[in-house]
């Protein structure tokens, strides 16, 4: 019932003639039928680009973060109205390079979800613990804690198109990643976190998507447990091949 999602995070690469090359050589690599949603989210500066070079194709196109106000005195920020006027779908939120480098928080998380599903952007939320924190076995502390003040006051009834990216920081650019059972025990706790702040029934249809050095040779045994509908992939969805590889491998 839950629609697997293979969404590409091109982070800080790639100008407008690169996003158009990757495009044109992505696109004939690709079922016109998916059985997965695919989305890009390539930099601002990119997104007007692969927006007009995806056009009639089902690939949807994600930003990378956004402010959770409409407009005002911003220095840099882009909003959701933003988004949405380009033709924008997706958006990511609280990625951990985020969180990490520019402050983001539980509770700015929780203020761009709103905004994000008030505008109709289907919004990504990323979650994830640190290395110290799994060794010290506070995994399921850290999930908690970023899903009960992330999803903290949201209306079931609007959370219909919520999407949990899992994406422990240790495996993110690191060449190492989850075993699928690490992430299949990780995405069955946020399950339940969910089911208790929102709904069990939300809690049933949200896609939850593992990320952390997802490649072409592990995104079929990482991708298809129970409570795993897809990947966010960094490193390899740069390459047109190797992320045509992935979503043939995790849609299977
Ligand atoms: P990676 O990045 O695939 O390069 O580990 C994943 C991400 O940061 O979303």
Redesign the pocket.
Known sequence: MRKPLIAA?W?MYKIPAEATAFTDAFLPLIASKQKAEIVLCPSTTSLAATIEATKGTEVRIGAQTMHWLDNGAYTGETSPIMLNAIGVTHV?IG???RRQYFNETDETVNLKLKSALAHKLVPIV?VGEHKAERESGKTNDVLRQQITVGLQGIDPAAATSLVI?Y?PVW????GLTATPQIAEDAHKFIREQIAEVLSPAIAASTRILY?????PDNAASLCCLENIDGA??????LDPTSFAQIIAGASI
């Open positions: 995070n982070k990511l990625h951990s390079e990323c990216a994406e495996a993110i650019g690191t990320g952390g050095s997802v490649k966010l992939v960094g490193g390899a969805s």
